[in-house]
């Protein structure tokens, strides 16, 4: 049975749990709405469908590639960015005296290290899904690429509008990874409230996850794509 270092009490694994189960879940419910109040990810999708529908009779078709080739730069950026990240958690881990004399400014008194390096590892692991989450949309955006090269210009092909199809499909699971390592980086940041305590980190939590839900199920974004 793993032995967490006494200065963790019930209230940080209940905070920790806590967290981790609200990015699971609010993940699973952009994926899958209920009630009928459908997510942005999800309208985008359809519209995602439309785009290789129209993709088919556009000529010529750069506008088309330019819009895939903005979706993979941004990817790419995100993970790179994480990448950077992910060195940086590395070096705060392996010198957590520095991250000790940072935190004992707002949490006065005196902690093991390995508490540091813990608490410095929640984080650092939703960096990483992060960073695998951008690395598998990149490719995926890179699959899309292909198969819409492979999409006869003539669009009354027998093969034109199942190839087209699946270049939607694959742009869908692209996004979706995407956005998934997008609400990967934003509970990543709200862990870092744990160096502060769990009380800190039950309130990072939740505003991380209001955020999240607000952006998907009750923005003008969303709005905006509902309006007729």
Not at 59 to 75: H, K
Not at 138 to 150: D, I, P
Not at 187 to 204: C, M, R, S
Request: aromatic content about 8%; some cysteine; overall charge positive.
């Amino acid at each position: 049975m793993i032995q967490l270092p006494a200065a963790l009490g019930l209230a940080d694994v209940a905070a920790v749990v806590l967290h981790l189960a609200a990015w699971i879940g609010v993940g699973w419910l952009v994926a899958n709405p209920q009630g009928g109040r459908v997510s942005v990810a999800v309208l985008m999708e359809e519209h995602r469908r439309n785009w290789m529908r129209e993709f088919l009779t556009r000529q010529p078709r750069i506008m088309d590639g330019a819009l895939l080739g903005m979706l993979s730069q941004s990817a790419s950026f995100f993970a790179s960015a994480t990448m950077i990240a992910i060195g940086g958690g590395l070096a705060l881990i392996g010198n957590p005296e520095t991250v000790a004399r940072a935190a004992e400014e707002v949490v006065p008194g005196l902690l093991p290290e390995l508490v540091w390096q813990i608490k410095l590892a929640l984080a650092l692991l939703l960096v990483v899904n992060a960073f695998l989450r951008f690395v598998w949309a990149h490719r995926l955006f890179g699959y899309c690429a292909v198969l819409m090269g492979a999409v006869p210009n003539d669009a009354s092909h027998p093969e034109a509008m199942g190839l087209a199809m699946k270049a939607a499909e694959i742009n869908i699971h692209a996004a979706r990874n995407f956005n998934a390592g997008l609400r990967a980086v934003y509970f990543a940041i709200g862990a870092l409230a744990w160096l502060a305590g769990p009380l800190a980190l039950t309130l990072a939590t939740a505003a991380v996850l209001w955020t999240t839900w607000r952006r998907e199920f009750a923005s003008g974004s969303r709005r905006a794509l509902l309006r007729r």
